[in-house]
């Protein structure tokens, strides 16, 4: 089944620490993408990379940090500097990074704050 | 400035009753719109691509259409398997790259 993964499905974050999200596609697409979703609000763009080592910044890339070194592959590092990571965050990935492309999401990850 | 706002933001609706849910734009530059649909604690799961005014596609119970402005996702005849948060996004290619700007969606209950 072709699709993408996340993991995990939770993750729980103490002050000062940094964590890492996974993200996995088996779709053979280009690029990839990393939202986050907040209650109330529309999903918002925070990294995206249409090949490999190399990605942009989105609208709220600040206290993020992203890596692209194979193309199955975005992770996504959510560092002390990101003072309310507190979300829903979804991977989502497209065939090759066009703006008439169908992006398709994974089933998320979502980060709390202890 | 690039903005998507959808309305209402929640709607009950008995089954069988048919409704219009609507997704109000003003990006740069429209690539297309994107219609997707979300149930609690899940991705977005794709339902329509729009790419220009007057084009319409339908899936089942739901039919999308899109003028230069807004575009429209009716429903008839709904179960409550249809109850979701139903997401629009249109593409804009301002501010120097592509992207989806998400609206922040319509919550669908519907009840038997």
């Known amino acids: 089944d072709g699709g993408i993964t996340q993991s995990p499905k939770y993750l729980f974050r103490k002050e000062g620490q940094n964590v890492t999200l996974s993200c996995e596609q088996n779709?053979?697409?280009?690029?990839m993408y990393w939202y986050r979703q907040d209650p109330g609000q529309g999903l918002r763009l925070i990294y995206y990379?249409?090949?490999?080592?190399?990605?942009q910044k989105g609208d709220i890339a600040e206290g993020y940090s992203v890596s692209r070194e194979k193309k199955e592959s975005f992770p996504l590092t959510v560092t002390s500097a990101q003072k309310n990571p507190t979300a829903f965050y979804l991977c989502a990935s497209s065939i090759h990074g066009t703006g008439e492309e169908t992006q398709y999401f994974g089933p998320g990850t979502r980060l709390l704050v202890l | 400035e690039d903005q998507v706002t959808q309305s209402p933001e929640a709607l009950r609706l008995q089954e069988g009753e048919s409704s219009s849910l609507n997704c109000s734009y003003t990006v740069s530059g429209l690539r297309g719109l994107f219609w997707y649909r979300q149930d609690p604690g899940k991705g977005p799961e794709f339902l329509f691509t729009l790419y220009s005014a007057g084009e319409e596609k339908e899936k089942e119970r739901l039919k999308a259409t899109l003028t230069k402005k807004e575009s429209f996702l009716h429903i008839t005849a709904p179960k409550p398997e249809d109850s979701a948060t139903y997401l629009c996004a249109p593409n804009s290619s301002g501010g120097g790259y592509n992207k989806l700007i998400f609206g922040a969606g319509t919550r669908l209950a519907v009840h038997p």
């Open positions: 779709l053979n697409h280009d690029a």
């Open positions: 990379s249409q090949i490999v080592n190399d990605f």
